[in-house]
Every structure is written in C-alpha cells, then in structure tokens.
C-alpha cells in the first residue's frame, strides 16, 4: 500500500505561481515512479507530467512545457510540482500518482495513466484572470 497526500492547492491570479507537494508513504519512495495529473470540471482526467526514480528523467503535457517543473526528494519522500505562469486553464484537481511495478527501464507509458496504481485525493488549483 503507498498512501499520497497532496497540498498546496489554491486560489491564484493568472500568471501566478504555485507548488504542489506530494508526500508518500508505505513503499521505498525511490522505487516508485511518480506522476501529476489533473481535471478539470466536465473534463477527463490528463497527464501533466512525470518523473523516474531517481528524478533524472522527466516528461511534461505539451500544455504546460516551459511553465510546471517536477521534481522529487528521495530523502523527504515528496515529489514537487512547480508551476509558474498560470491560466485559467489550468484549474482543476491536481493528482499525485505513484508506479509501483517492476519496469526494467523507462518508458513512454509513464505519460499515460496505465502504470499508476496509487493515487492521492487530489487538491484544487483555481487560476482566475
């Protein structure tokens, strides 16, 4: 069982900045390979970006390329979502995910829901203009 808790959801101005944290338990944090994702209301849920086990591959949603910045420390089990120059479209929950399969390498699955097999309760980003 992995438990994600979520924080540093708000209410900010467009062009603002935010940073989510994650904070995992009950499995080897580095073992994991960790994933945001987000949805907005009457939207399906889509990838925002994910990071390996060791944080040195990462993979952003085209949307958010050059503004969101993932990142993670393995010694405080927390992975982190910098985002900076929000807009209004980039309201909704924000979820943190965790991959606890065995993967021999990286993949290009990490950009998809498919390997994520914990998710946290999510936390509200509301940009307003």
């Known amino acids: 069982q992995v438990q994600l808790v979520e924080s540093g959801g708000g209410l900010v101005q467009a062009g603002g900045s935010l940073r989510l944290s994650c904070a995992a338990s009950g499995r080897t944090f580095s073992s994991l390979v960790m994933g945001w994702f987000r949805q907005a209301p009457g939207k399906e849920r889509e990838f925002v970006s994910t990071?390996?086990?060791?944080?040195?591959?990462?993979v952003y949603a085209d949307s958010v390329k050059g503004r969101f910045t993932i990142s993670r420390d393995n010694a405080k089990n927390t992975v982190y979502l910098q985002m900076n120059s929000l807009q209004p479209d980039d309201t909704a929950v924000y979820y943190c995910a965790a991959a606890t399969g065995y993967y021999t390498a990286w993949s290009s699955i990490f950009a998809s829901n498919r390997p994520y097999d914990y998710w946290g309760q999510g936390t509200q980003v509301t940009v307003f203009s």
């Open positions: 990071i390996s086990w060791g944080g040195g591959r990462t």
